[in-house]
C-alpha cells in the first residue's frame, strides 16, 4: 500500500523538550516537504527538500531542524527554540519536477500539543 | 519574500449557487496547483495548470491559470454539499521545488 506516513497522529510534550515527528514514504519520490497548519490558517513551509542530502529553509524554518539521509525519509524536530510550537504538521512528497509531476502527496498529519 | 494570495477567505453560499477563489502570487510560477481539504482531513490534489492562459475543466469545476502565469481562479457551478471544504492554491516557485500555498478560502453551502 503506497503513501505517506505520518506518526504518531497526536502528540503531546511538555515545554522545554525537543520533539521528532516522522515522515516516511514508499513512493519514490525525491521531493519532500514539512508544512504547519494553524486553525482556520493556511499552509506555511517549514522546510523542503529535493533530493537526499540536501534540504532548503522554507518561510517558517526558525526553531525547526530537518535531516534526509535517505530518500524515503524526512524526520521535522521541534527544538525549544520554537515559541509556537502547538499546532498541525503536514509532510507531503512530490515525484520528480523533470517527469512534470509535481503534484504533493500528503500523509495524515501529526497534531502536535506542547503544555 | 515570495508570497501567493487567495481571496476570499470565506465564502458562504446556497446549494446551486456559483462559487469562485482567486489566487495571485507576487512572483511568476512554473505552475499552480489547487487542494481540497475537508474538515479535520489533508489536503488532496485536485489538479495542475503549466500553461500560460490555461483552463482546465473537472465536471463543475474550472481552473484558470494567467497570462503572467502569477495567478489563478476555480469556479464552482451549481455547487453541492459534497463541496464543503477548503480549496487552496499552491504555486510552485519558478525553476525550484518550493511549493508555496495560499491562504486557502472555505467553502461552507446550505443546504
Known amino acids: 500500500d503506497g503513501g505517506i506516513t505520518q506518526s504518531p497522529k497526536y502528540l503531546f510534550r511538555k515545554e522545554g523538550q525537543n520533539v521528532t515527528l516522522s515522515c516516511e514514504q514508499n513512493?519514490?519520490?525525491?521531493?519532500m516537504y514539512w508544512y504547519r497548519q494553524d486553525p482556520g490558517q493556511g499552509l506555511r513551509l517549514i522546510y523542503y527538500?529535493?533530493?537526499?542530502?540536501?534540504?532548503q529553509k522554507g518561510d517558517i524554518a526558525e526553531g525547526y531542524s530537518v535531516s534526509r539521509e535517505k530518500k524515503e525519509s524526512f524526520p521535522l524536530t521541534v527544538t525549544s527554540a520554537q515559541k509556537n510550537p502547538t499546532a498541525f504538521y503536514l509532510c507531503?512528497?512530490?515525484?520528480?519536477?523533470?517527469?512534470?509531476?509535481?503534484?504533493?502527496?500528503f500523509g495524515q498529519g501529526t497534531r502536535l500539543t506542547v503544555v | 519574500g515570495q508570497q501567493v494570495m487567495q481571496i476570499p477567505q470565506y465564502q458562504h453560499v446556497q446549494e446551486g449557487e456559483d462559487f469562485t477563489t482567486y489566487c495571485n502570487s507576487s512572483?511568476?510560477?512554473?505552475?499552480i496547483q489547487w487542494y481540497k481539504q475537508r474538515p479535520g482531513g489533508h489536503p488532496v490534489f485536485l489538479i495542475q495548470?503549466?500553461?500560460?492562459?490555461e483552463v482546465k475543466k473537472q465536471k463543475r469545476l474550472t481552473f484558470q491559470f494567467g497570462e503572467a502565469k502569477k495567478n489563478s481562479s476555480l469556479h464552482i457551478t451549481a455547487t453541492q454539499t459534497t463541496d464543503v471544504g477548503t480549496y487552496f492554491c499552491?504555486?510552485?516557485?519558478?525553476?525550484?521545488?518550493?511549493?508555496?500555498f495560499g491562504s486557502g478560502t472555505r467553502l461552507l453551502v446550505r443546504p
Open positions: 495548470l503549466v500553461k500560460s492562459g
Open positions: 512572483t511568476t510560477l512554473s505552475n
Open positions: 527538500s529535493q533530493i537526499v542530502n540536501d534540504f
Open positions: 499552491a504555486g510552485l516557485m519558478d525553476s525550484s521545488y518550493k511549493l508555496i
Open positions: 507531503a512528497s512530490s515525484d520528480s519536477f523533470d517527469r512534470g509531476y509535481t503534484e504533493a502527496f
Open positions: 513512493l519514490n519520490h525525491d521531493a
